[in-house]
């Protein structure tokens, strides 16, 4: 049996013939530039939220980078994250001049250790910058209460966790401002790059608008200076179509994570991901801690199964934050994570059959 980490042609299949009579409309109507299917696309994003303003851009990345900005975070300002994330959730801090500030995770949901958080506020701190990783919601409870109390700004990096709640709640709508991605493999993936930002701060979401065309207020009036980050109306037509069948498509999610729950909770080499009672897991991603990793990594490859590592190595140890002083031991939890952690096939349309066949290879690797 042959099964890829990864494949998005089911997915993509399904909607194909909703997308390109969209796509048809828009080139009919030449509204290639934020035109109606962007605008609907944020109506759809603030009715599901169920927050004031929603904002689409051009990637999960300037999602999060325009938050920061709208914010004013800059230069001599720290910025409270973790290093067991995708790289996009730190290089935007860096490049607006500010001070990323790492904090470890929890060994079990992956997320924000929030014991720590407290004592890595300083009087530079601006905000917070929980990442719900593999679609698994940080302690949002914890988090919005210290950030009250130390008046912090949140964003929350919820580009794995579309569809995902904390304590009844979606994700996304607990924060100052939430950073959405459409990357194809994300919960709700694109035919391409596309972002959106939620926000419930009426003059910054107001500042967003503006900096993601440039800094546009109205035809050549540029109030601030700002970027081109304009989510393409062709990203918003196919993200309209697949909107509508997001929650089919997050219960198949579920379904593929109960079969690994099950088939795989005897397997005493293996701690399958752990959900707070307050969480409502989205599976972006069903990663698993694994003893000897990497010889299992090698064998389910040897027998077909194609799996990934999210992610191999902490941010605090890449080349391009050397400059941030931390070093290996500095994070733990993070490095050891990084040692042990698999991701699993997971995507719409995987069979029970490939399924069953992945836990028995797993199953066969531990008896040895
Ligand atoms: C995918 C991702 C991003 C960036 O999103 P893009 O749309 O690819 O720019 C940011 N943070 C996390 C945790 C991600 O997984």
Request: aromatic letters at 10%; hydrophobic letters at 40%; a negative charge.
């Amino acid at each position: 049996m042959k099964i890829p980490p990864m494949n998005l042609k089911l997915y993509n299949d399904m909607f194909k013939d909703d997308i390109l009579e969209r796509m048809k409309t828009i080139l009919d109507q030449n509204s290639f530039i934020l035109g109606p299917e962007v605008k609907e696309l944020e109506a759809n994003f603030k009715e599901t939220y169920n927050v004031p303003f929603s904002i689409g851009v051009n990637s999960g990345t300037d999602a999060l980078l325009l938050a920061l900005k709208a914010l004013n975070i800059g230069p001599g300002d720290e910025v409270i994250t973790v290093p067991f994330t995708f790289i996009a959730t730190v290089d935007v801090i860096i490049r607006l001049g500010a001070t990323p500030v790492f904090i470890d995770i929890e060994a079990d949901t992956f997320n924000m250790d929030v014991s720590q958080l407290e004592a890595a506020i300083t009087d530079k701190t601006k905000a917070i910058v929980p990442v719900h990783l593999y679609g698994l919601a940080a302690n949002m409870t914890d988090i919005m209460a210290i950030a009250e109390k130390h008046e912090l700004a949140v964003i929350e990096d919820a580009a794995q966790a579309q569809g995902a709640k904390w304590d009844g709640k979606f994700v996304g709508s607990f924060g100052d401002f939430a950073a959405f991605s459409f990357y194809p493999t994300k919960n709700l993936g694109g035919i391409g790059d596309g972002g959106m930002i939620l926000s419930t701060l009426e003059t910054e979401a107001g500042d967003v608008v503006k900096m993601r065309d440039h800094g546009r207020s109205e035809g050549y009036t540029f109030p601030l200076i700002g970027y081109n980050s304009r989510l393409s109306s062709f990203q918003a037509a196919g993200l309209n179509v697949k909107m509508k069948h997001l929650p089919e498509m997050l219960a198949a999610r579920k379904k593929i994570a109960a079969i690994y729950d099950e088939g795989l909770s005897d397997v005493a080499q293996i701690q399958c991901p752990v959900v707070p009672e307050k969480a409502e897991h989205s599976y972006n991603q069903y990663s698993i801690l694994a003893e000897n990793r990497d010889e299992l990594r090698a064998f389910l490859s040897e027998q077909g199964v194609g799996t990934m590592l999210y992610y191999p190595g902490p941010l605090h140890l890449q080349d391009c934050l050397q400059h941030l002083g931390y070093k290996e031991g500095s994070f733990p939890v993070s490095e050891k994570t990084c040692e042990k952690v698999l991701s699993l096939p997971m995507f719409f349309g995987l069979k029970d059959s490939e399924q069953s066949y992945i836990i028995e290879k797993i199953k066969e690797f531990y008896k040895g």
